[in-house]
């Protein structure tokens, strides 16, 4: 069984989440008034748009295989040669991935920490929960 230290259940602030979001996601930051992600502000599941502290699109193919499992992890060979084949868009173009990417809305009460998250998968105009 693994053993867990208390320290990785204190709750995150969200100046951790957005700095592990942007260094180690390589994700973009997207403000929640954007009219390039008006469709997925529109679900009805997101949290309380008043909470939303931050809007993310993750789009780098080397992170979004982390992260459904294809790639074993961020310290592997295979990650690090995939993520240096990958693409990279400025803020600018975020548009551009919007039909591949999987987009994280991270949500406080507090505004100090995480309380609510949301993550939805975009696959050619459609939405995957």
């Given amino acids: 069984m693994d053993k867990y230290s208390l320290q990785e259940f204190v709750p995150k602030r969200i100046e951790f989440i957005d700095k592990m979001m942007v260094s180690r996601f390589h994700a973009i930051s997207v403000d929640k008034s954007d009219k390039k992600i008006a469709r997925v502000m ?6 309380s748009y008043d909470t939303i502290c931050g809007v993310y699109c993750i789009y780098r193919k080397s992170v979004l295989d982390v992260l459904n499992g294809s790639i074993a992890s961020f310290s592997s060979y295979e990650f690090e040669t995939a993520c240096s084949s990958d693409k990279l ?41």
Avoid: G, Q, R, W
């Fill in 42 to 47: 529109e679900d009805p599941f997101i949290p």
């Fill in 89 to 129: 868009i400025i803020d600018e173009n975020v548009e551009d991935v919007l039909d591949f990417a999987t987009v994280v809305i991270i949500a406080s009460e507090d505004k100090k920490y995480m309380s609510h998250y949301f993550i939805v998968e975009i696959l050619k105009n459609s939405t995957v929960y």
